[in-house]
């Protein structure tokens, strides 16, 4: 499979996924678009979709210290990238299909043939040992429970109740290619702190935090087992300050809040996004929303 990464086409080989480079130039060719295999509450599929021009053409390292789903990771597709997050889970999935993509694959088609509402409940609960089986159970359960939420209870069981979607397996899947894009990626269950301090001039850091404001003091969601708090978004306005001085690359979304825009003033510019919420359990409540990105070290004139 042939593929663009970092200004080189690379060739990656399906048996060891080594990548081996071909061309220094590519003009015509583009990567083949990769869907990501994750649905993720607050996962950025849309942003990817509709606001590409967000995105800076020219970097170093790529980091993402939020990982969740990947979808800005898998548009990108950066010939080195540092991917990290605080859900452990959540990484061993990217580090399965990165290393035993086959595995969890036949792992996956098990739980298709089997999947129905007593089923998904045993397996909810069930223990794996096999790093690709825990990966596959989490895909499993995160394709059929409702709505791709991630919630865990305070024994840090995974505790989201079954969906109304069957399909285990979706026309999107494509293991063996996302397993190549991630061959370049260095995986960390990591605080974002020590993430973005590694990031140097001309490195770009994307960076979508659960979205928490000054008066949500209960955070936006359980993110892994711990709230994410107004201090912890606090703790990320020093960091990314603390990276911009250094000449790294960032686009920061975020909530569309008063209180949130305040305690980014002064770094860099401000644009609002538009986008339609679907996770909303009443559809009433469903609708466009908006959002912030913060765009810095883009130049004189960023997009």
């Not at 003009?27 to 649905?39: A, G, M, T």
């Not at 007593?118 to 790093?131: F, N, W």
Request: aromatic fraction near 12%; charge should be positive; charged fraction near 25%.
């Amino acid at each position: 499979m042939i593929r663009l990464g970092g200004g080189n086409i690379f060739q990656c080989d399906a048996d060891d996924n080594s990548r081996k480079p071909l061309l220094s130039m590519l003009d015509e060719i583009s990567e083949p678009i990769l869907v990501p295999f994750l649905k993720w509450a607050g996962g950025k599929r849309w942003l990817t979709a509709n606001y590409t021009h967000l995105f800076p053409t020219q970097f170093n390292k790529y980091f993402e210290p939020f990982l969740g789903s990947g979808a800005a990771f898998f548009y990108l597709r950066p010939s080195e990238a540092i991917l990290s997050d605080a859900n452990a889970e959540l990484v061993n999935v990217y580090d399965q299909i990165r290393a035993n993509w086959k595995l969890v694959e036949l792992a996956l088609k098990r739980h298709s043939r089997n999947h129905d509402e007593i089923y998904y409940y045993e397996e909810r609960g069930r223990k794996h040992r096999a790093k690709h089986e825990k990966a596959a159970q989490f895909l499993y359960l995160n394709r059929t429970c409702w709505n791709g939420l991630y919630r865990v209870n305070l024994k840090g069981k995974f505790n989201v109740p079954i969906g109304t979607k069957d399909a285990v397996l979706l026309d999107t899947d494509d293991f063996e290619e996302a397993s190549c894009a991630l061959q370049k990626a260095t995986l960390s269950t990591n605080d974002f702190e020590p993430i973005l301090s590694l990031a140097k001039k001309n490195d770009f850091a994307f960076v979508d935090p659960p979205y928490v404001t000054r008066h949500n003091f209960n955070g936006f969601a359980k993110y892994n087992d711990k709230i994410f708090s107004w201090t912890d978004q606090q703790r990320l306005a020093q960091a990314i300050r603390t990276a911009a001085l250094k000449g790294v690359q960032i686009l920061l979304t975020n909530a569309d809040h008063p209180s949130v825009r305040k305690l980014y003033a002064g770094l860099g510019r401000q644009v609002t996004l538009k986008r339609h919420s679907v996770l909303a359990a009443d559809s009433e409540n469903r609708g466009e929303i908006t959002e912030i990105a913060i765009l810095i070290n883009y130049g004189a004139s960023p997009p």
